[in-house]
């Protein structure tokens, strides 16, 4: 005699393929998620680049932080987006002219409100002491390729593992000395998008990608506005990675996300966190 085997029926069949179908759909929407990058951390409820800020962003959820970084006088690295202190402290205190000490006098957290009044500017290795296990910093240099020695040697010390770090600026020699001195580490080059009175559009497409290769860089990161989905196809199809700031409205990152952003980067990423599905 022939093993007893159960059949399934057609329409069991059917059900089992469709379930199955939509475990898939749910497990690969879920895996591209972008991930939320905090720009300049919380930056619309606290002082941007701030401990403040970046530990908000953890407290809201975000899956990685954004920060700016220069080298100061005596060759500390300090978080701050302008190359002054004009914005954020109202003394204008030129960041490479000016000593740790002289930096750290300063008040950065009035100028966004009263409840963050004595938020200093912190350094590098204060940022970096805030990130949780399997979370990421972006950083931004902001200065030029005579920073990497000194940032490698900080990442060192800080524990932090390779995957946690993505090293991004507008700067092509910056991601290029990295690429060539760390390549374990992520780099991504920035560009903004900008139309002329005529409607031309740079930087063009082919100028983005001559680039990549020449400075052996992972991805290309821009602004939003003037990106196409066209563009992002292109950049994904020759192998390197595409990432988005500064989006702080559902529809638009839900339009970046379908388009193949790998990350976004917002002020509000407790916002856009809470409008997952």
């Known amino acids: 005699m022939f093993p007893v085997r159960t059949l399934l029926s057609g329409e069991k069949m059917k059900l089992l393929f469709l379930t199955s179908i939509l475990f898939m759909t749910m497990i690969q929407t879920h895996s591209s998620e972008p991930l939320i990058v905090a720009h300049r951390g919380a930056s619309a409820d606290a002082p941007e680049n701030t401990i403040p800020a970046f530990e908000l962003a953890w407290e809201q959820g975000a899956d990685a932080i954004e920060g700016d970084f220069y080298?100061?006088?005596?060759?500390?690295?300090?978080?701050?987006?302008?190359?002054?202190?004009?914005?954020?402290?109202?003394?204008?205190?030129?960041?490479?002219?000016?000593?740790?000490?002289?930096?750290?006098?300063?008040?950065?957290?009035?100028?966004?409100?009263?409840?963050?009044?004595g938020a200093i500017i912190p350094t590098i290795?204060?940022?970096?002491?805030?990130?949780?296990?399997?979370?990421?910093?972006?950083?931004?240099?902001?200065?030029?390729?005579?920073?990497?020695?000194?940032?490698?040697?900080?990442?060192?010390?800080?524990?932090?593992?390779?995957?946690?770090?993505?090293?991004?600026?507008?700067?092509e020699e910056?991601?290029?000395?990295?690429?060539?001195?760390?390549?374990?580490?992520k780099a991504n080059w920035l560009a903004s998008f900008k139309k002329d009175g005529s409607g031309n559009i740079t930087p063009k497409l082919e100028t983005v990608l001559s680039t990549l290769k020449q400075i052996?860089?992972?991805g290309f990161s821009s602004n939003h506005k003037l990106i196409t989905q066209s563009f992002i196809k292109s950049?994904?199809?020759?192998?390197?990675?595409?990432?988005?700031?500064?989006?702080?409205?559902?529809?638009?990152?839900?339009?970046?996300?379908?388009?193949?952003a790998l990350s976004i980067t917002t002020n509000v990423p407790g916002f856009l966190i809470n409008q997952r599905p």
């Not at 390729?145 to 993505?166: F, M, N, Y």
């Not at 199809?237 to 193949?260: C, I, M, N, P, S």
Request: proline content about 2%.
């Open 125 to 171: 290795a204060e940022v970096f002491s805030t990130i949780p296990d399997g979370k990421k910093i972006y950083i931004e240099v902001k200065c030029g390729k005579e920073i990497i020695p000194t940032l490698l040697k900080e990442i060192r010390a800080s524990g932090l593992v390779d995957d946690q770090i993505v090293v991004i600026s507008f700067d």
């Open 71 to 117: 080298l100061s006088k005596d060759g500390h690295i300090v978080c701050i987006h302008d190359k002054n202190t004009k914005k954020v402290a109202g003394k204008n205190r030129v960041v490479k002219d000016s000593t740790l000490k002289d930096l750290r006098r300063l008040d950065v957290g009035s100028f966004h409100s009263k409840k963050y009044k």
């Open 174 to 185: 910056v991601i290029q000395e990295i690429k060539t001195k760390a390549p374990q580490f």
């Open 216 to 218: 052996n860089a992972n």
């Open 235 to 260: 950049i994904r199809d020759q192998g390197f990675e595409y990432h988005v700031w500064t989006v702080d409205d559902v529809k638009t990152a839900k339009r970046l996300q379908q388009w193949g």
